[in-house]
């Protein structure tokens, strides 16, 4: 088993995505995984080999703007989460993909869930983990501070601040090789500190919250919360407040993991995904 590296270009934006390939003869539909600030589709590689190995395929794009993906200029690319929803949809539409399971993960992240909700007969499950689900989630100063005019262009350019915030966001420390995937993109052009600083800047996340906090209410398909009780910017209260509201949803604590789930502790990740994905199949 091997996760596969690809790039796909759809109109002007060229995406860079892993794949794993699933068991055609199940008739499972793919699961798309998206990822949050500011990491890539290579933090969801250990869930995607265990996807894999249920039979299921996988796809973990990098967003517009992060990892290997294209990183247009503002101006021909607006970086807000109406720009990402109708990029996502154009990327999989070119990908073939009309049915999938969703997993999502931290800000920016959350532009799938807006996407579920615009595109509903799209989403077969729904996986949502430590991403802002009500108004009341606040994007924490850490990433605040990368969005500040003046500052906030400099603090882009810094490939360290990958590190303060994937390791920020529950206290882990991330392997220097993986941290190497990460910094990649800082280290070749300052074309990516730019993409950051425009996605920050962009995220409307009152907006955002509010369409997902009012859209999931109802939500009819099955959704499962699940929650690293180590996040230090994302409370348990919003998943259980966001789980309350929605009818369809269940909530499952992820015990010593942080922000990054799949950064963090992916063995958890799978334990807590796998039976709710494999429901739909037995």
């Known amino acids: 088993m091997a996760v596969q590296e690809k790039t796909l270009t759809c109109g002007q934006l060229e995406w860079f995505y892993r794949a794993v390939e699933g068991d055609t003869a199940s008739n499972r539909v793919p699961v ?24 299921f395929g996988a796809i973990a794009p990098d967003w ?25 949809e154009t990327f999989l539409t070119t990908l073939g993909i009309d049915r999938c399971s969703l997993i999502v993960q931290g800000f920016i992240g959350s532009v799938g869930l807006q996407y ?10 729904l996986v949502i983990l430590n991403a802002p689900v009500t108004s009341r989630a606040k994007l924490p100063w850490k990433m605040q501070q990368l969005g500040l005019p ?3 262009e400099m603090f882009t350019q810094d490939p360290l601040l990958v590190d303060r915030t994937l390791e920020g966001g529950g206290g882990y420390v991330v392997k220097d090789e993986d941290l190497d995937v990460y910094r990649r993109p800082f280290l070749k052009s300052s074309d990516a500190g730019r993409a950051l600083f425009a996605a920050v800047q962009n ?18 398909k ?9 996040d230090r910017w994302l409370p348990f209260s919003l998943a259980e ?5 929605t009818p369809e949803a269940e909530l499952i604590q992820l015990p010593d993991v942080g922000h990054y789930p799949q950064i963090d502790w992916f063995d958890k990740v799978n334990e807590a995904i796998l039976p709710f994905l494999l429901r739909t199949v037995i």
């Open 241 to 245: 407040a966001f789980v309350q509201a």
């Open 64 to 88: 517009i703007g992060f990892g290997s993906s294209a990183k247009p200029d503002r101006r021909t690319f607006a970086y807000t989460p109406d720009a990402y929803a109708t990029a996502l």
């Open 150 to 152: 003046l500052a906030g």
């Open 222 to 230: 099955p959704v499962l919360v699940g929650w690293g009780m180590r």
């Open 116 to 125: 579920a909700l615009r595109h509903p007969d799209q989403i077969e499950r």
């Open 203 to 220: 995220l409307r996340l009152p907006q955002a919250t509010a369409e997902i906090e009012q859209g999931f209410q109802a939500w009819t």
């Open 32 to 55: 798309v995984l998206l990822h949050g600030l500011p990491a890539a589709g290579y933090s969801w590689r250990g869930v995607m080999l265990a996807l894999e190995e249920w039979g």
